[in-house]
């Protein structure tokens, strides 16, 4: 149902080890590369129209010490 | 406290809530729901022909120039005051970052946001930008 809830969000250290500070509907996260991650929804969204914002504090390097994530929209 | 003592929590806030004057118990209740929901987002295609993907509270887009849109609640904010935050996907040459548009103070009915290449600051249309939006509302 679309609704104005967030469906998901985190807070994790980008630094390695990265460590997940606090999350809601988070599966995991992936450390692709440098600055570069992919998070895991627990229960997925309908489809990839879903509205996610981002920011985050900068750590070493480009990966971040803290980055937040959220996002709205329909679920699956 | 014991764990059975813990079910008389809730009632008691409750009690104290119904001695309160009606208008603090307002807008105590008020407040509680201000800060509980987004009030407003979207995910939109910036380029050539924009097009909204999805959106909860918008009403609609305009294209106002390179990287430059503005975005129009469906029901309006109480003023200007609101938090809005917006994230663009980057065309991995260069990298992107959204602002709220120069000299351009949200409105209570709409947001102008500029997306910008992070080098120098000139506009670009992302593929993908997403904007969200948390306050009171009219």
């Avoid at chain 1, 969204?45 to 996610?52: H, L, P």
């Avoid at chain 2, 208008?23 to 979207?42: G, M």
């Avoid at chain 2, 080098?119 to 939006?133: F, K, M």
Wanted: negative net charge; proline residues 3%.
């Amino acid at each position: 149902m679309k609704d104005n809830i967030c469906k998901g969000r985190i807070n994790f250290n980008g630094t390695e080890p990265e460590a997940i500070n606090d999350s809601f509907n988070v599966s995991g996260i992936v450390h692709n590369d440098v600055g570069d991650y992919t998070i895991a929804w627990d229960r997925d969204f309908a489809d990839e129209n879903y509205s996610a914002v981002a920011i985050q504090l900068d750590g070493t390097g480009r990966d971040p010490l803290i980055l937040c994530v959220q996002a709205f929209g329909d679920q699956a | 406290m014991p764990s059975w003592n813990r079910y008389a929590v809730v009632p008691k806030k409750v009690k104290e809530i119904a001695t309160w004057p009606v208008q603090r118990a307002i807008e105590a209740l008020a407040s509680a729901h201000k800060d509980a929901a987004c009030r407003a987002w979207i995910n939109f295609n910036g380029t050539g022909v924009i097009a909204i993907r999805d959106s909860f509270n918008v009403s609609g887009i305009v294209d106002n120039g390179v990287g430059d849109y503005t975005i129009t609640w469906d029901r309006d904010f109480a003023n200007g005051n609101y938090s809005v935050v917006a994230l663009s996907q980057s065309n991995g040459l260069v990298y992107d970052g959204c602002v709220i548009k120069d000299g351009v103070a949200p409105a209570a009915g709409s947001v102008r946001v500029f997306n910008c290449k992070v080098i120098d600051g000139t506009g670009r249309d992302p593929l993908i930008l997403c904007v969200q939006a948390f306050g009171d509302q009219a």
